[in-house]
């Protein structure tokens, strides 16, 4: 499956974003999907995942009650809604995509991805 996101921007603090990630080649049912960020001179961390097997969903600390992953399944795209940003919520944001190990990535916060895409990048200023 190939992944290619879209949506990323220079917001100001508080503002909202939606990115998009549109996968081709392959269906994302029986997928796990998920959404992490680079931010400058640090790791790739995870910010969501959601399982398509029972809808399960993990959020980090710095996402939980700000952003929502969800998933359209007739446009087989994966959506990060991002409310209230703060400029620590900027970097590099990354779509992924898991099908092997896809049962046990929400347990394990998001590990095991296989599949990524190129980045769409997000720029919080204050």
């Known amino acids: 499956v190939q992944l290619v996101e879209s949506g990323g921007s220079r917001v100001q603090a508080g503002e909202s974003l939606r990115l998009s990630c549109e996968a081709f080649?392959?269906?994302?049912?029986?997928?796990?999907v998920g959404w992490f960020r680079q931010a400058p001179g640090q790791r790739r961390e995870p910010i969501s995942c959601?399982?398509?097997?029972?809808?399960?969903?993990y959020y980090s600390d710095s996402a939980k009650g700000r952003f929502s992953i969800s998933i359209d399944g007739a446009k087989n795209s994966v959506y990060l809604q991002m409310d209230s940003l703060k400029p620590e919520d900027t970097g590099v944001y990354y779509c992924a995509a898991e099908l092997r190990f896809s049962l046990y990535v929400v347990d394990y916060q998001c590990g095991g991805m296989s599949f990524w895409g190129e980045g769409t990048p997000v720029t919080v200023s204050s």
């Open positions: 959601l399982s398509t097997h029972d809808g399960r969903t």
């Open positions: 080649g392959s269906s994302l049912e029986d997928y796990a």
